[in-house]
């Protein structure tokens, strides 16, 4: 046994309680995302699944054309790495946080900038565990704006969303491809299922799990009211989803918003463990843990405020670790893949690599004088 003195100097050594994540060595993971564009550094002590806040989506990573940014993304992404957990792509299709620039392009230009923007994803991502490939279909909620680039809505009313899911799927033939979307716990319910049963019935090697962002169950006060959601309802709800649409869920984006410490404690110990044990549910992502530093309308969502524990996170440190072996329809296992640069072609063949500079995807032809490259980001 280690004595208290060794032990005290391997935390002063490694700085700590850095492996004591909350879900480590359970049967699902407990994620959480950035902060503020980047990583905190406690991030790998509670959680065990990491999504950018924001620093993955297209108008971050592109804001004018070709002018690629993807350090916030990559720092996530390494941290997954570095940390042995899974990384989450937020998001491929999606209609907020869209480039702007892509508006005043014809449709095939729009279609070739969507080709590229998945093909540079792909080949710095390849083995990415789990992807929001469209996010925010539903109608009303936040649909992508250029779906004719996509096929528009085509004879099944979502075929754009459909082309997106066989675009991904040929980029990352392992990666866990997820439907995700606003509350569709309780709003739009029917018309969430019918988009994932349209992308399923097209081609269900495309479609890998639904998304359920969970924002809003809160009990809300002032110009948009909502009462709590109940046990009952959400029980209910991941059923029916199951039942409807018969893919594993994802809780993608969950925040319980209370100013209250005590509503906030209640409102985890009546929600939280629905989701936990459903075995329709793969896995849970947490929308921010630090008060004060989570989106707007969930601004008492944190769960550490001024450096201590809210009583919500200790209670959910306590009961996730009493309930290590819940049922996984989806376990993920690590994806491995070959990166794209060495499995295409042999040496005297073209392989695809990433430019030096990050923007392109470029086949490079080795020749007795050297290499040849040539830019073919967006040709497919
Ligand atoms: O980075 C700029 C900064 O330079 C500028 O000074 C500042 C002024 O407003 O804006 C900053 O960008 C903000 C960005 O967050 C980073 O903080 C954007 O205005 C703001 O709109 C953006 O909000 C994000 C929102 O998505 C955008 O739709 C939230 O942080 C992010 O939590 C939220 O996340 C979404 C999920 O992606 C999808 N599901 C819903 C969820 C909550 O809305």
């Not at 809300?220 to 039942?243: F, H, I, R, S």
């Not at 530093?293 to 008492?300: F, H, I, K």
Request: hydrophobic share 40%.
């Amino acid at each position: 046994m280690k004595s208290a003195a060794l032990s005290a100097a391997i935390l002063l050594a490694f700085g700590s309680t850095a492996d004591a994540q909350i879900a480590k060595g359970a049967t699902k993971f407990l994620g959480n995302i950035t902060h503020q564009s980047k990583v905190r550094t406690d991030f790998a002590t509670y959680w065990n699944q990491i999504t950018a806040e924001n620093e993955c989506k297209w108008e971050v990573v592109e804001p004018s054309r070709d002018n690629m940014n993807w350090s916030g993304c990559q720092a996530a992404y390494d941290a997954a790495k570095t940390g042995g957990f899974p990384f989450r792509f937020h998001t491929l299709i999606w209609g907020s946080q869209v480039p702007g620039w892509l508006a005043s392009l014809s449709t095939a230009e729009q279609l070739a900038e969507i080709e590229e923007w998945m093909d540079l994803a792909a080949a710095r991502f390849p083995d990415v565990a789990m992807i929001d490939v469209v996010n925010e279909a539903v109608t009303g909620h936040a649909p992508f704006p250029h779906i004719a680039a996509l096929g528009g809505a085509g004879t099944s009313g979502h075929e754009w969303v459909i082309e997106s899911f066989r675009m991904a799927r040929k980029r990352w033939p392992k990666a866990k491809l997820v439907l995700n979307d606003y509350n569709n716990l309780r709003w739009n319910v029917d018309d969430f299922i019918a988009i994932a049963k349209k992308v399923k019935a097209a081609d269900p090697k495309i479609i890998d799990a639904i998304g359920c962002q969970a924002h809003d169950l809160s009990a809300t006060t002032g110009q948009y009211t909502n009462p709590e959601m109940t046990a009952g309802a959400l029980t209910t709800v991941l059923k029916k989803l199951n039942d409807q649409v018969g893919l594993p869920i994802y809780i993608t984006e969950l925040d319980l918003s209370y100013e209250s410490d005590a509503a906030q404690e209640a409102a985890y110990k009546a929600l939280f463990p629905i989701m936990w044990e459903s075995p329709y549910v793969a896995g849970v992502t947490i929308w921010g843990y630090v008060y004060g530093q989570t989106w707007n309308q969930a601004q008492y969502s944190g769960l550490i405020k001024n450096g201590a524990d809210r009583p919500a996170f200790t209670w959910l440190k306590q009961y996730v670790a009493s309930k290590p072996n819940v049922t996984n329809p989806l376990p993920l296992t690590p994806v491995s893949v070959t990166p794209r640069q060495a499995s295409i072609g042999s040496a005297k063949e073209p392989r695809l690599e990433l430019s030096k500079d990050g923007n392109r995807v470029e086949a490079v032809f080795e020749r007795d004088g050297g290499a040849v490259r040539t830019d073919v980001s967006g040709k497919r």
